[in-house]
């Protein structure tokens, strides 16, 4: 959600035509009263604010929401006039992301909009396992062994990643096939094996992690 604080309605409503037509959710406020209403009841994910508003203007605003704990990490984008630097300066001190200067296009308040939410909206935190001189990480779909990268195919790498998720666990043939071939795989059990040898060889000193569990299949080795 997008919230618009602009008071000339003709701005107001093109902004959030603009919005609307390029997939964001926006609603529009003429003034602080009745943006602040509406922050109690939906927290967007970034304010286009006008300087220039009745009662209460732009500057205000954004200082009383960087003061509110509850706000404070809003994206902020500021609309000033031509001119007024002083306002521009005093907005980015105050903890604004980024300015737009009247008149601007849309279509560069749509390009500012997704950069500023590009910086501010945190990344997916990698997910990496590590056992021994082994470091895979989940999210890049990586291996290393000793900090050399080793590349591995797609079933290989899920074939190691069931036993990293699962430690001390053994699993047959035939759940190792549905779980990483899937159900309908058709193949023989063999092709298990194949592919156990495969990774430990590829792997090279760190492969010895992956047990052959007799008369069941393979698991990782449980001990640190």
């Not at 604080?5 to 409503?13: G, H, L, M, Q, T």
């Not at 990344?123 to 056992?131: G, L, M, P, T, W």
């Amino acid at each position: 959600m997008i919230y618009c604080v602009e008071d000339d309605a003709s701005i107001r409503e093109i902004e959030l035509y603009t919005l609307r037509s390029t997939g964001f959710a926006a609603e529009g406020f003429a003034d602080g009263e009745s943006f602040f209403e509406a922050m109690q009841k939906e927290l967007p994910r970034l304010i286009i604010l006008d300087v220039m508003l009745p009662n209460m203007d732009g500057v205000e605003i954004l200082s009383t929401l960087k003061a509110d704990a509850r706000t404070k990490d809003i994206p902020v984008i500021m609309a000033t006039a031509k001119g007024a630097e002083y306002d521009k300066v005093q907005s980015l001190d105050l903890g604004a992301d980024d300015y737009l200067v009247k008149p601007f296009g849309m279509m560069e308040m749509v390009s500012r909009i997704k950069a500023v939410l590009r910086r501010s909206e945190p990344r997916e935190s990698a997910r990496v396992i590590s056992k021994d001189n082994l470091m895979v990480n989940l999210t890049e779909h990586t291996v290393h062994v000793d900090g050399v990268r080793i590349d591995l195919t797609l079933k290989e790498f899920e074939l190691l990643r069931l036993f990293l998720e699962n430690p001390g666990r053994a699993f047959t043939r035939d759940q190792i096939l549905s779980d990483i071939w899937g159900i309908s795989y058709d193949g023989e059990t063999r092709t298990v094996d194949v592919h156990v040898r495969t990774l430990r060889r590829k792997l090279g000193s760190a492969g010895n992690i992956v047990e052959t569990v007799r008369g069941v299949g393979y698991r990782l080795e449980a001990h640190p």
